[in-house]
């Protein structure tokens, strides 16, 4: 299948990663902030998702967008608002047993970096890749699919909750995604 027909506009192979590798996306309180400003971004800002898996520490996306909002623009405003709001929940949710180790990885990242004030959640970056080739994405989608089965989470792609992975697999899963 030529991918070019199904695509609108540029489109790139995004990963975004905690600081430190912190494994916060254990919990679904955390999980569903993403997967919340994931559908804001699409609703209100014109976010294409291809394909995408949201793993412990990481965030693997394939994603392009419509309207007057590039991606990079997008991926700068997501990252500030999940880091904002992530931080917020850590900081009042006294059930988290891990949450002072936690804190104290995000204020260390955050006083190496002359930009933060507080806390720093999200790495520098998001290793963002631009997608020409058939053969580039489909080597993309299925490294993103492929992810929770490498770590053995699960045994088949499809039944990992956070991932698009079903919605190739002919079901629905958390978001919208333009399956190619």
């Given at each position: 299948?030529?991918?070019?027909?199904?695509?609108?506009?540029?489109?790139?192979?995004?990963?975004?990663?905690?600081?430190?590798?912190?494994?916060?996306?254990?919990?679904?309180?955390?999980?569903?902030?993403?997967?919340?400003?994931?559908?804001?971004?699409?609703?209100?800002?014109?976010?294409?998702?291809?394909?995408?898996?949201?793993?412990s520490n990481h965030l693997?996306?394939?994603?392009?967008?419509?309207?007057?909002?590039?991606?990079?623009?997008?991926?700068?405003?997501?990252?500030?608002?999940?880091?904002?709001?992530?931080?917020?929940?850590?900081?009042?949710?006294?059930?988290?047993?891990?949450?002072?180790?936690?804190?104290?990885?995000?204020?260390?990242?955050?006083?190496?970096?002359?930009?933060?004030?507080y806390y720093k959640f999200?790495?520098?970056?998001?290793?963002?890749?631009?997608?020409?080739?058939?053969?580039?994405?489909?080597?993309?989608?299925?490294?993103?699919?492929?992810?929770?089965?490498?770590?053995?989470?699960?045994?088949?792609?499809?039944d990992y909750r956070y991932?698009?992975?079903?919605?190739?697999?002919?079901?629905?899963?958390?978001?919208?995604?333009?399956?190619?």
């Open positions: 299948m030529d991918i070019q027909n199904h695509i609108l506009g540029d489109v790139y192979f995004t990963t975004d990663t905690v600081v430190d590798w912190v494994d916060i996306f254990t919990r679904p309180r955390y999980k569903h902030i993403i997967i919340d400003s994931l559908t804001y971004c699409q609703k209100e800002k014109g976010l294409i998702i291809y394909a995408w898996v949201l793993m693997h996306a394939i994603v392009g967008s419509t309207g007057s909002y590039n991606v990079s623009e997008i991926w700068r405003d997501f990252k500030k608002f999940t880091s904002k709001e992530i931080l917020k929940t850590l900081i009042t949710d006294t059930q988290e047993s891990r949450r002072d180790w936690m804190l104290n990885r995000f204020e260390y990242a955050g006083k190496n970096d002359k930009r933060i004030k999200w790495q520098d970056g998001n290793d963002a890749q631009e997608i020409f080739l058939n053969d580039f994405f489909e080597q993309k989608l299925n490294y993103i699919h492929q992810n929770p089965v490498k770590a053995e989470i699960v045994n088949r792609a499809e991932s698009s992975a079903i919605d190739y697999a002919g079901g629905k899963g958390l978001l919208d995604v333009l399956v190619v």
